[in-house]
């Protein structure tokens, strides 16, 4: 990707406060890793953002609890669910 085209998707900003220690921190790790402070901030909240994403809307079943799943949703329904379905929508 050239240089302008990344400059061109990359038009936003966001401004933090941070304490002295952190940024000198942050400056450091990212110095470490030979990233530049912006490139290490925008990889850790990347990763950051797609873990919470992930978290919040994810739901992991161990192999076990899976099977039951499946089975619950394999079995027929309930005959009082069955008969909410058959029932004609009152929108209709």
């Known amino acids: 990707m050239s240089a302008v085209a990344e400059k061109k ?6 401004d933090i406060r941070l304490t002295q ?9 990212a ?3 030979g990233q530049s402070l912006t490139q290490w901030a925008t990889a850790h909240l990347d990763e950051s953002a797609k873990r919470d994403i992930d978290e919040a809307t994810s739901t992991l079943l161990s192999p076990e609890a899976f099977d039951e799943f499946c089975e619950m949703l394999e079995a027929p329904l309930p005959e009082a ?12």
């Open 9 to 14: 998707e990359k038009q936003y900003r966001m």
């Open 21 to 29: 220690p952190q940024r000198l921190s942050y400056e450091r790790a």
């Open 31 to 33: 110095s470490l890793r």
């Open 81 to 92: 669910t069955q008969k909410l379905l058959e029932r004609k929508a009152v929108w209709e």
